[in-house]
């Protein structure tokens, strides 16, 4: 018979392997989430050529002109509100009509959207993007 209680021999002391193996995965997660967000996030600048505008716009083309101020639409001022009723007039008759876009730097990026939205409503597909000359 035995009177001695039996001795366990694992330790009270916690085991510190598993530990550190949640916290290699944590650093591994967070080392890869901080590297999306230097991704997404990013400054837009619009384009500005340098020198003269060697071709000028196709006869066919529909020039819009945008600013800080608003549109213009073949050297026409043009409101918001009206801008898909006028692309869908100059496109009516052409068999492919073309959209050339020139925009300054001050330009808000929400009238480029603006435009893009009015040339789906007149479903014209063809949209260019014109660099301006800087001196202009």
């Known amino acids: 018979m035995r009177f001695k209680p039996e001795k366990n ?3 009270l002391a916690p085991n510190v392997v598993p530990m550190i193996d949640v916290l290699l995965v944590l650093i591994i997660f967070l080392v890869i989430t901080f590297g999306f967000f230097k991704i997404t996030t990013f400054g837009v600048t619009l384009p500005a050529g340098k020198g003269e505008i060697k071709a000028k716009a196709e006869p066919k083309a529909i020039v819009i002109e945008v600013d800080a101020n608003g ?3 073949n050297q026409q001022e043009v409101h918001k509100a009206e801008l898909g009723k006028t692309l869908k007039k ?3 008759g052409q068999k492919e009509p073309v959209i050339e876009i020139y925009a300054d730097g001050q330009a808000p990026h929400q009238k480029i959207i603006d435009i893009m939205t009015a040339a789906k409503e007149a479903q014209i597909v063809n949209i260019v993007f014109m660099a301006t000359d800087e001196e202009k």
């Open 71 to 73: 549109f213009k639409i």
């Open 90 to 92: 100059l496109a009516h």
């Open 9 to 11: 021999e694992a330790s």
